[in-house]
């Protein structure tokens, strides 16, 4: 299936996460909220209130002893190319899809709380602030916040952004050198980056020079919920077929093991 | 106007109509919306110029290389350094929640303090430091009046060998007290199985990025083994799309931790029965004549002895009834093992936090030495020491001299613990045990044993009896709950500090952190407290600690390194070490002086040495017969030692031997198993560790409560995997809660079924159940630390930590 990303201009820019490789460590998840000043609370095993932007997933493959496997999707905003659930549903314009990046953005002044837009992602991407960000006076954890992310004040809804701020970053850099393109590896995510298996990659899924976008087509690639027709711009690679099969819904016999896929 | 029902409904509808026309509702909902929004504070963070400081993590023993990224003086992310040997890029979840330690208040001694509530109430009054040098100082020097030097004990948890653990060691010394304890780590097994059969006791090191068979037996090698960065970026490469297939990955444990599952097999074994497993495998190995007989016939001693030993004991067969697996699958893991061209048997348990079984290292490394894998291309290679420079000698006065004679309280190296150096749990029994307090002064080092000993609580306990306890921690961790006096130390962002030899390298690595930010609070870097205190301790004690600072000790050692070895300070990612080390060529130092040297090194620099002699035989083995020994030596020689002493003619019950007297200078499997009714604890409790829980002495930052699954920790209660089998057996379902109960007391999980679980075992994770730190950390649950009975380990001596019987009864 050729899959075309984006409008013909501009960049669309993605993810794919190779699962053989990642050994389910986390990295990517506390870089993320190191890097965009995620508030912890002080319990967070409740799942429903905890606010994470990328989430690691543990699957088993049910077999029993000695048989069973574990494996993890880690799952950050899929930023869908087409009819985006979040965008659609939007009252507010808070969240929009940026026709020159692709990058499903998330602007919080403008969220009105009314968390439409998480009933209709169907990744569950997106997290609530029931509470202003946690940082209790007189422990002076605010201090580690960086400056290029704003904290969250309650009653907003709160997503990946790709790293949107790091995007600008590198941009700034390019302008000030007289370049209005960016170099591939110029601007990664801090997940990317941080991940110490190298499990992830990330760009421009339109230019056939990036990484990405050979991966994208490799017969291991799988997205998740692929079948929804959202076009989400995170792949997934993996040569097991249970968890390929875990990706999406499949009726009985419905499922094309990777053997099949790579002959197809 | 009359209110008739005509005018009523006009106005009703009038009023709805111009709800909607109106403005005013939509105007006050919105600025309702923004005011409580804004309401009552979200932090602004400060814009300032972006700028980045390289450094060292020292969190745990790996030394991975960290970049931080700073706005102007405050350090806002922690990312992996590219410009490291050790881990290009990639860092652990611990070491990326980094800044969360330094910047919390709650969690840190922010100046030196005394205790003011109860123990354990972590109520403490600031003091000076002056003050603060002047109570230990003059506590010391009381003790040293009365010819009590070996009343002051230490406990110390930095890495072996690094400067400011041979400041404690010195202090202990100088004072006149034998008593230096360490709190025990995979190292210790590692440098004890080296020095019986290789008759050194330097680094393991494993040269696994050019192996292309590893067999692991326990060792989480993806879950925090070793270093983190260099361990998950070399499985990354195993996985590759142009290297799958060409290096195979086999993982010996009794769950499907993450290293088992993503490894090429997962061969499960009873907890603890490893060492049968290679031995069984060694078996098939030297029947079917599959052994390297180069180096098994020119440079091994007792292999005939050994060998028709194994034959006559370790069938396959044999074998499969001690560790549950099938005969069959032995016998193709040994012929896949000894037929690969750069076979690696790697030990160890989790991230090797804790200390391993000796014999059973013996035996995994019997396995290298079957397949000429010693000092081999992909193989374990000989390697000595760093060659820092060594301090000068202590001045002793009458005191300290007797003092260090006296004999320490763990009994190590004594016949029973002929090679230990030290035995923490053993300490905590003879202090928890005696009438009289034996010792008056305990020092806390780096370590966290309220925590982290595997004694079911016995070290706490231990503490009631030690009238003064004194940490010199950064944070208020589970044992400095205890303390009655506080000097706190920097956190590892804001000091100096070595890395000696990062865990389970290949090649010799020296690296300096520095302070990537000015230190927040009025700590002080522990070095310099020691000099401190041992000149207000005044006399010899001075004397022993000439050096102006921490710095000094630090520079003096590094000058070793110029003045004996060749050595790289700076690196390229394309060109990774284990690719140099294949060249064999001497290199010519990037540094001209030694100044020139220290001043790389003094901004969170390294030293590194990319050459080493492989395949070399001849003249590396330092043991009695020059010879990689089978039979070893030293072994002998300590069981004939003790014999003599006890008067025995075979029995070695005493040393926790089940063996007789001529197997037990073998590699072989020793049960130790607990003298527990099993009719009564049926089950076997097998603690494990997760990377993106901390375990060790610092406990996690609380981003990674994040990546804690809601059947991993939920609200107060963590859970123990359970195979559905034994579950369903129990009559208990997930979630359910349940107390585990051992000869030593109990603890409440709630129960998480996982297929992975091996039957008839229940798997508890290590580090939580913290009683310190702060809201993000306290109480969350349970330790099983508490509950493991404190079993020793032959000749080690060191806890039996892997294996309890309990039984579980729902709560």
């Given at each position: 299936m050729?899959?075309?990303?984006?409008?013909?201009k501009?960049?669309?820019?993605?993810?794919?996460?190779?699962?053989?490789?990642?050994?389910?460590?986390?990295t990517?998840m506390?870089?993320?909220?190191?890097?965009?000043?995620?508030?912890?609370?002080?319990?967070?095993?409740?799942?429903?209130?905890?606010?994470?932007?990328?989430?690691?997933?543990?699957?088993?493959?049910g077999k029993?002893?000695p048989?069973?496997?574990?494996?993890?999707?880690p799952?950050?905003?899929?930023?869908?190319?087409?009819?985006t659930?979040?965008?659609?549903?939007?009252?507010?314009?808070?969240?929009e899809t940026?026709?020159?990046?692709?990058?499903v953005s998330?602007?919080?002044?403008?969220?009105?709380?009314?968390?439409?837009?998480?009933?209709?992602?169907?990744?569950?991407?997106?997290?609530f602030?029931?509470?202003?960000?946690?940082?209790?006076?007189?422990?002076?954890?605010?201090?580690?916040?960086s400056?290029?992310?704003s904290?969250?004040?309650?009653?907003?809804?709160?997503?990946?952004?790709f790293c949107?701020?790091?995007l600008?970053?590198?941009?700034?850099?390019?302008?000030?050198?007289?370049?209005r393109?960016?170099?591939?590896?110029?601007y990664?995510?801090?997940?990317?980056?941080?991940?110490?298996a190298?499990?992830?990659?990330?760009?421009?899924?339109k230019?056939?020079?990036?990484k990405?976008?050979?991966l994208a087509?490799?017969?291991?690639?799988?997205?998740?919920l692929?079948?929804?027709g959202?076009?989400?711009?995170?792949?997934?690679?993996?040569?097991?077929?249970?968890?390929?099969k875990?990706?999406?819904?499949?009726?009985?016999?419905?499922?094309?093991p990777?053997?099949?896929?790579?002959?197809? | 106007m009359?209110l008739?029902?005509?005018?009523?409904?006009?106005?009703?509808?009038?009023?709805?109509?111009?709800?909607h026309?109106?403005?005013?509702?939509?105007?006050?909902?919105?600025?309702?919306?923004i005011?409580?929004?804004?309401?009552?504070?979200?932090p602004?963070?400060?814009a300032?110029?972006?700028?980045?400081?390289?450094?060292?993590?020292?969190?745990?023993?790996?030394g991975?290389?960290?970049?931080v990224?700073?706005?102007?003086?405050?350090?806002?992310?922690?990312?992996g350094r590219?410009?490291?040997?050790?881990?290009?890029?990639?860092?652990?979840?611990v070491?990326?929640?980094?800044?969360?330690?330094?910047?919390?208040?709650?969690?840190?001694?922010?100046?030196?303090?005394?205790?003011v509530?109860?123990?354990?109430a972590?109520?403490?009054?600031?003091i000076s430091w002056?003050e603060?040098?002047?109570?230990l100082?003059e506590?010391i020097?009381?003790?040293?009046?009365?010819g009590?030097?070996?009343?002051?004990?230490?406990?110390d948890g930095?890495s072996?060998?690094?400067a400011?653990?041979l400041?404690?060691?010195?202090?202990l010394?100088?004072?006149?007290?034998?008593?230096?304890?360490?709190?025990?780590?995979?190292?210790?097994?590692?440098?004890?199985?080296?020095l019986?059969?290789l008759?050194?006791?330097?680094p393991?090191?494993?040269?696994?990025e050019?192996?292309?068979?590893?067999?692991s037996?326990?060792?989480?090698?993806?879950?925090?083994?070793?270093?983190p960065?260099?361990?998950?970026?070399?499985?990354?490469?195993?996985?590759?799309?142009?290297?799958?297939?060409?290096?195979?990955?086999?993982?010996?444990?009794?769950?499907?931790?993450?290293?088992a599952?993503?490894?090429?097999?997962?061969?499960?074994?009873?907890?603890?029965?490893?060492?049968?497993?290679?031995?069984a495998?060694?078996h098939?190995i030297?029947?079917?004549?599959?052994?390297?007989?180069?180096?098994?016939g020119g440079?091994?001693?007792?292999?005939?002895?050994?060998?028709s030993?194994?034959?006559?004991?370790?069938?396959?067969?044999?074998?499969?009834?001690v560790?549950?697996?099938?005969a069959e699958?032995?016998?193709?893991?040994?012929r896949?093992?000894?037929?690969?061209k750069?076979?690696v048997?790697?030990?160890?348990?989790?991230?090797?936090?804790?200390?391993g079984?000796?014999?059973?290292?013996?035996?995994?490394?019997?396995?290298?030495?079957?397949?000429?894998?010693?000092n081999?291309i992909?193989?374990?290679?000989?390697?000595?020491?760093?060659?820092?420079?060594?301090?000068?000698?202590?001045?002793?006065?009458?005191v300290?001299?007797q003092?260090?004679?006296?004999?320490?309280?763990d009994?190590?190296?004594?016949?029973?613990?002929?090679?230990?150096?030290?035995?923490?749990s053993?300490?905590?029994?003879?202090?928890?045990?005696?009438?009289?307090?034996?010792?008056?002064?305990l020092?806390?080092f780096?370590?966290?044993?309220?925590?982290?000993?595997?004694?079911?609580?016995?070290?706490?306990?231990?503490?009631?009896?030690?009238?003064?306890i004194?940490?010199?921690?950064?944070?208020?961790d589970?044992?400095?709950?205890?303390?009655?006096?506080v000097?706190?130390?920097?956190?590892?962002l804001?000091?100096?500090?070595?890395?000696?030899?990062?865990?389970?390298?290949?090649?010799?690595?020296?690296?300096?952190?520095?302070?990537?930010?000015?230190?927040?609070?009025?700590?002080k870097n522990?070095?310099?407290?020691?000099?401190?205190?041992?000149?207000a301790?005044?006399?010899?004690?001075?004397?022993?600690?000439?050096?102006?600072?921490?710095?000094?000790?630090?520079?003096?050692r590094?000058?070793?390194?110029?003045?004996?070895?060749?050595?790289?300070?700076?690196?390229?990612?394309?060109?990774?070490?284990?690719?140099?080390m294949q060249?064999?060529?001497e290199?010519?130092?990037?540094?001209?002086?030694?100044?020139?040297l220290?001043?790389k090194?003094?901004?969170?620099?390294?030293?590194?040495?990319?050459?080493?002699?492989?395949?070399?035989?001849?003249?590396?083995?330092?043991?009695a017969?020059?010879?990689?020994?089978?039979?070893?030596t030293r072994?002998?020689?300590a069981?004939?030692?003790?014999l003599?002493?006890?008067?025995a003619?075979?029995?070695?019950?005493?040393?926790?031997?089940?063996?007789?007297?001529?197997?037990?200078?073998?590699?072989?499997?020793?049960?130790t198993?607990?003298?527990?009714d099993?009719?009564?604890?049926?089950i076997?409790?097998?603690?494990?560790?997760?990377?993106?829980?901390?375990?060790?002495?610092?406990?996690?930052p609380p981003?990674?409560?994040?990546?804690?699954?809601?059947?991993?920790?939920?609200?107060?209660?963590?859970?123990a995997?359970?195979?559905?089998?034994?579950?369903?057996?129990l009559?208990?379902?997930e979630g359910?809660?349940v107390?585990?109960?051992?000869?030593?007391?109990?603890?409440?999980?709630?129960?998480?079924?996982?297929?992975?679980?091996?039957?008839?075992?229940?798997?508890?994770?290590?580090g939580?159940?913290?009683?310190?730190?702060?809201e993000?950390?306290?109480?969350?649950?349970?330790?099983?630390?508490?509950?493991?009975?404190p079993?020793?380990?032959?000749?080690?001596?060191?806890?039996?930590?892997?294996?309890?019987p309990?039984?579980?009864?729902?709560?």
């Amino acid at each position: 299936m050729e899959k075309k990303h984006g409008p013909a201009k501009g960049n669309s820019y993605g993810m794919v996460i190779d699962l053989d490789k990642c050994t389910g460590c986390g990295t990517c998840m506390v870089a993320c909220a190191a890097e965009n000043n995620l508030a912890v609370r002080p319990d967070e095993s409740d799942k429903q209130r905890s606010i994470t932007w990328m989430r690691l997933y543990k699957v088993t493959n049910g077999k029993d002893f000695p048989y069973t496997e574990v494996s993890y999707f880690p799952r950050p905003c899929m930023h869908c190319d087409h009819h985006t659930p979040c965008v659609s549903v939007c009252p507010a314009t808070a969240t929009e899809t940026d026709p020159h990046t692709g990058i499903v953005s998330q602007i919080y002044t403008r969220c009105i709380g009314c968390r439409y837009c998480m009933a209709a992602c169907p990744y569950h991407a997106r997290t609530f602030n029931w509470w202003d960000g946690y940082f209790p006076k007189g422990k002076g954890i605010e201090r580690y916040l960086s400056p290029e992310v704003s904290p969250r004040m309650r009653g907003v809804v709160e997503k990946c952004t790709f790293c949107h701020h790091r995007l600008m970053r590198a941009k700034t850099q390019a302008y000030t050198e007289d370049r209005r393109e960016l170099e591939e590896g110029e601007y990664i995510t801090a997940c990317t980056e941080a991940c110490p298996a190298q499990a992830i990659t990330f760009g421009d899924l339109k230019n056939p020079e990036h990484k990405v976008s050979r991966l994208a087509k490799s017969p291991y690639a799988f997205r998740l919920l692929e079948r929804l027709g959202t076009e989400p711009k995170v792949y997934y690679l993996s040569t097991k077929d249970w968890v390929r099969k875990l990706g999406d819904n499949y009726l009985p016999g419905e499922f094309k093991p990777v053997s099949t896929v790579k002959a197809g | 106007m009359e209110l008739n029902r005509r005018n009523f409904i006009s106005l009703m509808v009038g009023g709805v109509a111009g709800m909607h026309i109106t403005p005013l509702p939509w105007k006050l909902t919105d600025d309702i919306a923004i005011w409580t929004q804004n309401w009552p504070w979200v932090p602004v963070p400060p814009a300032g110029a972006f700028n980045s400081a390289k450094s060292v993590c020292t969190l745990c023993p790996g030394g991975c290389g960290i970049e931080v990224r700073k706005v102007d003086g405050r350090a806002v992310k922690i990312e992996g350094r590219t410009d490291f040997p050790v881990n290009p890029g990639g860092i652990c979840p611990v070491g990326m929640g980094g800044l969360q330690l330094l910047y919390n208040e709650d969690i840190r001694f922010t100046r030196p303090m005394k205790r003011v509530g109860p123990r354990g109430a972590g109520q403490f009054a600031d003091i000076s430091w002056k003050e603060a040098v002047g109570i230990l100082s003059e506590r010391i020097g009381g003790l040293r009046k009365k010819g009590a030097g070996e009343a002051i004990a230490a406990i110390d948890g930095n890495s072996a060998r690094s400067a400011t653990a041979l400041l404690v060691e010195r202090l202990l010394k100088a004072v006149g007290s034998p008593n230096y304890l360490r709190a025990p780590s995979l190292d210790d097994t590692y440098s004890l199985a080296n020095l019986m059969m290789l008759g050194t006791d330097g680094p393991m090191a494993y040269d696994l990025e050019n192996s292309d068979f590893i067999l692991s037996f326990g060792a989480g090698l993806i879950e925090g083994w070793g270093a983190p960065g260099r361990m998950i970026n070399a499985w990354s490469i195993w996985r590759d799309q142009e290297t799958r297939g060409k290096v195979k990955v086999v993982q010996v444990e009794a769950r499907a931790s993450n290293t088992a599952s993503k490894a090429d097999q997962w061969v499960a074994v009873m907890p603890g029965t490893e060492g049968a497993l290679a031995l069984a495998m060694a078996h098939v190995i030297i029947k079917e004549g599959l052994y390297n007989k180069e180096f098994v016939g020119g440079y091994t001693s007792g292999f005939n002895e050994w060998s028709s030993f194994v034959i006559r004991q370790y069938s396959p067969e044999q074998a499969a009834a001690v560790t549950s697996c099938p005969a069959e699958e032995i016998r193709s893991l040994a012929r896949a093992f000894a037929k690969s061209k750069a076979p690696v048997a790697l030990c160890g348990r989790g991230k090797g936090t804790l200390n391993g079984s000796l014999y059973e290292s013996m035996c995994i490394q019997s396995l290298n030495a079957l397949t000429g894998g010693i000092n081999r291309i992909g193989g374990v290679l000989v390697q000595d020491h760093l060659p820092l420079a060594s301090l000068p000698d202590i001045t002793y006065d009458e005191v300290s001299r007797q003092g260090v004679q006296k004999a320490r309280l763990d009994h190590a190296g004594t016949p029973k613990f002929p090679y230990a150096q030290s035995v923490a749990s053993l300490f905590a029994k003879e202090v928890r045990e005696a009438a009289d307090s034996r010792i008056d002064t305990l020092l806390v080092f780096g370590s966290n044993p309220v925590q982290t000993l595997p004694d079911g609580g016995l070290f706490r306990k231990a503490l009631s009896k030690i009238p003064f306890i004194v940490s010199f921690s950064s944070f208020r961790d589970d044992t400095s709950m205890y303390a009655d006096l506080v000097l706190p130390d920097h956190t590892y962002l804001e000091k100096m500090d070595e890395v000696v030899w990062p865990a389970g390298l290949q090649y010799p690595l020296y690296s300096l952190t520095r302070p990537v930010v000015k230190p927040l609070y009025e700590t002080k870097n522990c070095g310099d407290t020691i000099i401190e205190l041992a000149r207000a301790i005044g006399g010899s004690v001075a004397a022993s600690f000439p050096w102006k600072g921490f710095e000094d000790v630090v520079k003096h050692r590094a000058k070793g390194l110029f003045d004996s070895a060749k050595g790289l300070t700076g690196y390229k990612a394309d060109s990774p070490v284990w690719k140099m080390m294949q060249k064999a060529e001497e290199i010519t130092p990037d540094y001209k002086s030694f100044d020139d040297l220290w001043n790389k090194l003094s901004k969170g620099g390294f030293w590194y040495r990319p050459v080493h002699n492989y395949g070399r035989w001849d003249s590396i083995f330092k043991t009695a017969t020059g010879k990689f020994e089978f039979v070893s030596t030293r072994l002998q020689l300590a069981i004939q030692g003790y014999l003599r002493q006890n008067q025995a003619d075979s029995a070695l019950s005493g040393l926790g031997i089940g063996a007789g007297a001529q197997v037990a200078a073998y590699p072989h499997y020793e049960e130790t198993n607990a003298q527990v009714d099993t009719k009564v604890y049926p089950i076997t409790l097998v603690p494990y560790e997760m990377i993106n829980l901390a375990s060790g002495s610092v406990a996690s930052p609380p981003h990674l409560n994040k990546t804690i699954f809601d059947n991993q920790l939920l609200k107060e209660d963590s859970f123990a995997e359970i195979n559905p089998k034994t579950a369903s057996q129990l009559g208990i379902k997930e979630g359910d809660p349940v107390f585990i109960e051992s000869a030593a007391g109990r603890i409440r999980v709630r129960v998480s079924i996982f297929e992975g679980a091996m039957p008839g075992c229940v798997f508890v994770p290590l580090g939580f159940g913290r009683i310190g730190w702060d809201e993000f950390t306290r109480g969350k649950g349970a330790n099983p630390n508490d509950i493991i009975l404190p079993r020793m380990d032959p000749v080690s001596g060191q806890p039996v930590w892997w294996k309890t019987p309990v039984k579980i009864t729902k709560a």
